[in-house]
């Protein structure tokens, strides 16, 4: 069926795109060290002077590569549930990151801005994973 070999093909795409998103943070011309006073000790930096990336965050990006290629490897339907499983996770952290922003009274444009690559990320993969799934089987009720 196309659409399973589009889930398990988004799939793949996405565990590379992740990853390249962490060796991007290894890649000196790519990024900054913040400075001394916010938290350069703890690993954390500026990538591609925009996007403010700790441990954590390489972390998660990188569970997200692995687990993405592990099921992209796997089948269509482990392909459309990471998909739908990371979706709603960025989905999350996007709306997480987006109202601390308004609380903070960041600017508006530039708080969305910066949250904007896990809303763009997490809107293509929900829409793959719900748009790929196979219809469901209906079964309806006897009729009384």
């Known amino acids: 069926m196309a659409s399973d070999r589009g889930a398990r093909v988004s799939a793949f795409c996405f565990a590379l795109f992740f990853g390249l998103v962490v060796a991007l943070g290894y890649i000196p011309g790519l990024n ?12 954390e930096h500026l990538l591609l002077g925009q ?12 569970l997200t590569a ?6 992209s490897l796997h089948s269509a339907r482990m392909s459309r549930l990471a998909l739908t ?4 996770y960025y989905a999350v952290d996007a ?3 987006l109202v601390t922003g308004v609380l903070q009274r960041d600017p ?3 708080n969305v801005l910066l949250n904007l690559p896990h809303v763009v ?3 293509v993969m929900l829409l793959i994973a719900y748009r790929g799934r196979p219809a469901a089987i209906r079964i309806e009720a006897p009729a009384s």
């Open 32 to 43: 900054a060290p913040l400075h001394q006073h916010q938290g350069s000790e703890s690993g």
């Open 95 to 97: 709306v997480i990151y």
């Open 108 to 110: 508006l444009v530039s």
């Open 121 to 123: 990320l997490s809107t």
């Open 51 to 62: 996007y403010r990336i700790s441990l954590l965050d390489d972390v998660t990006h990188g």
């Open 66 to 71: 692995l687990l993405l290629l592990v099921a």
């Open 85 to 88: 499983a990371f979706g709603w």
